[in-house]
């Protein structure tokens, strides 16, 4: 990828662009219907922020949000944790994924097993109606947990939006997570009924998941029915469960369980890199409300979109894809390899499906730019407005290589959020410039602040990533934390009241960001912080270098450490050469002190199920913390690759001080 300045100009919007986004329209009517008129985005935020009760409730009328009982208030303190939202209201999340009753496309689909398919809006009206009214039969309603172990599959959305109509509790693992994975979710929750796949094809190869299927059927003691959906091999029963084909002939018609607003909605889990993967509970009207706002005036999406994020459902983004049902739009769904049968491969997909927005994360931007992945030149891009990366900074590197290989004409907006709260905090505007390396805006609603080591909110500076007022998507409670303290210490022990999210954040004076990595993982040489997505972004711009993992460890009598590991393209060998040539680029982008006191290679970077780094638990091995205790390698995208560390922590520990 071409060297880029940060914070390098790219893409400023059209007047035509700006004046027909959401956002300009959300803006006209918050002047006429409620008087507030904001001259730019600056000061809509800051409205946003400091009249969070008037913001939310703009929210609620400006979509049309329907309700059986209208709410009594829209915040009960600006506490947390504890602010209660919207309390009286009762709604059904399903209501508006389902509302637009027209023929549209709902769902389009393509996957390794599958050609192209369309689902309509009321054919995908039909199957809900069809599962929930089985669920139904089987017993499930409001407060009971529906669990799923499906791949990205329309199946999957159908059987979430049928749990969803009933008041009944979703929670899912993709089919590449092995049963271990799955049972640390599952157990937790208590499920009645699980969904399940057969199996599924990546990279061209079957995996035949009906050993696991079995496992859990056996492990998990409140399970009463599972429902198989055939997928890698279509005729091929398994005993003791219901088929899909059988519960979609059900029929019934959809009736909607009306909920309080802070009711459950699904359950989604950390990324667990200690003990048990923490079970977040999430709402019925929080999520409804977040995802409208996010879905609809950042992504600029509604009815004629085709909206696409790159996931599977072991991982959040696959929850807000979802609600792109909410705001009218067509969601997008692939199952496979990004790789396969060639790099192109989401790419294609992006030309049959006719994909306004592209979403994906660094990492693939970086894995097509190294593979010379030509996507404007190669497919018919036409309808592609934008593109939307998350999951990781970002680098301008990156930001480079889209307007340059992807088209000129295109509105990037990278994104910053989490699990924890199923969207981004920090996140695109149609209004605002896109430059390199830096995400465009704090959300509307959403109080994000930099805070230095006093506490005190910085602009300009590098500070850890708060929130400092309530957001109606923050979770209701954690799962079997009755007292909440697992919840208060997972984000509010360091600043009691305020939300503390874990990264590194630098705000600009324009009110843009810049994310500089875990904030948990930083490493601190000489007094000075640096970011180790700095360190990634030069070193993995190198051609010979596809993946790195930098720490910082603390060494007996005051001593520091700081190993570079690193992934190489095939052919390529970690001489002297190349590593001169690591250590001047580091310098060169950064400075002396990221210079790394040792480089090795390594053959993959341990990575959780949704692709993070794991630098926190390589760091505690590498200080002579048990694997066990260290990190969670259930948890782990791959397991075996944290046993280089713990040889080389051995080694660590036997060498002379």
Not at 396 to 419: I, K, M, Q
Not at 484 to 493: N, P, V
């Amino acid at each position: 990828m071409r060297p880029i300045g940060e914070g390098t100009l790219l893409w400023t919007p059209s007047e035509d662009f700006r004046s027909r986004s959401n956002m300009a329209r959300y803006m006209r009517w918050l002047a006429d219907r409620k008087g507030v008129r904001c001259d730019d985005y600056a000061s809509l935020w800051e409205w946003s922020v400091s009249h969070v009760e008037d913001f939310w409730a703009s929210v609620w009328e400006f979509f049309e949000v329907r309700a059986s009982r209208q709410y009594e208030r829209v915040l009960s303190s600006h506490e947390m944790p504890g602010a209660r939202w919207f309390e009286g209201a009762e709604l059904n999340y399903v209501e508006h994924a389902l509302r637009d009753t027209g023929n549209a496309p709902a769902i389009v689909f393509r996957s390794e097993l599958r050609p192209l398919t369309v689902v309509g809006r009321e054919e995908l009206r039909e199957q809900v109606a069809s599962v929930a009214s089985a669920l139904r039969e089987m017993g499930v309603g409001r407060g009971d947990r529906v669990v799923a172990y499906l791949p990205n599959v329309p199946e999957a959305v159908v059987a979430f939006l049928a749990t969803a109509s009933l008041g009944a509790i979703w929670s899912s693992c993709s089919p590449d997570f092995g049963s271990p994975s799955v049972l640390d979710r599952f157990y937790q929750i208590e499920p009645k009924v699980l969904f399940a796949v057969d199996g599924y094809s990546y990279g061209g190869k079957p995996f035949d998941r009906r050993g696991v299927v079995r496992e859990l059927r056996r492990s998990l003691p409140t399970l009463e029915r599972t429902v198989l959906v055939p997928y890698l091999q279509p005729d091929a029963p398994e005993p003791g469960t219901l088929s899909w084909r059988d519960v979609l002939r059900r029929g019934g018609t959809l009736e909607l369980e009306q909920v309080p607003f802070e009711h459950p909605l699904w359950v989604l889990y950390s990324s667990g890199t200690t003990g048990l993967p923490k079970a977040i509970v999430q709402s019925h009207g929080g999520i409804l409300l977040e995802h409208l706002r996010a879905l609809s005036l950042h992504h600029d999406l509604g009815p004629g979109d085709r909206f696409f994020w790159f996931t599977t459902t072991g991982w959040m983004m696959w929850n807000y894809l979802v609600s792109g049902l909410a705001v009218g739009s067509t969601i997008l769904l692939y199952d496979g390899s990004p790789a396969w049968p060639d790099h192109g491969a989401l790419w294609r997909f992006a030309e049959e499906a006719g994909m306004t927005l592209f979403g994906t994360s660094a990492a693939y931007i970086a894995s097509c730019a190294k593979q010379g992945v030509e996507p404007g030149r190669d497919f018919d891009l036409g309808r592609l407005r934008s593109v939307g990366s998350t999951g990781s900074p970002l680098p301008p590197e990156g930001f480079a290589w889209v307007y340059e290989h992807v088209r000129r004409d295109l509105w990037l907006a990278s994104a910053s959020g989490g699990t924890d709260l199923c969207t981004a905090f920090l996140t695109g505007c149609a209004l605002l410039p896109v430059r390199a390396g830096e995400i465009q805006c704090r959300a509307l609603g959403a109080k994000v602040e930099a805070f230095d080591e006093e506490g005190r909110s910085v602009v300009g500076e590098t500070g850890e990533l708060v929130i400092t007022e309530p957001m109606p998507s923050m979770p209701i409670c954690f799962w079997n934390d009755p007292d909440g303290r697992r919840y208060r210490e997972s984000y509010f022990e360091m600043y009691p009241g305020v939300w503390r999210h874990g990264d590194w954040v630098r705000i600009t004076p324009a009110g843009g960001a810049f994310i500089y990595g875990r904030s948990d993982s930083t490493i601190n040489r000489q007094g000075i912080r640096i970011g180790s997505s700095e360190i990634y972004s030069a070193v993995e711009g190198l051609p010979e270098v596809l993946d790195s993992l930098v720490v910082g460890l603390e060494r007996p009598g005051g001593g520091y450490y700081m190993p570079l590991f690193v992934v190489l393209r095939e052919g390529a060998t970690l001489d002297d050469d190349l590593r001169e040539r690591i250590r001047g680029t580091i310098r060169g982008a950064l400075s002396a002190r990221q210079v790394p006191d040792e480089i090795l290679q390594i053959e993959e970077v341990p990575r959780t199920l949704s692709g993070k780094k794991l630098e926190v638990p390589v760091k505690r091995i590498l200080m002579g913390m048990p694997l066990e205790r260290a990190a969670n390698p259930d948890s782990t995208r791959n397991p075996r690759a944290l046993e280089y560390f713990v040889e080389l922590a051995r080694k660590l520990a036997a060498a002379p001080a």
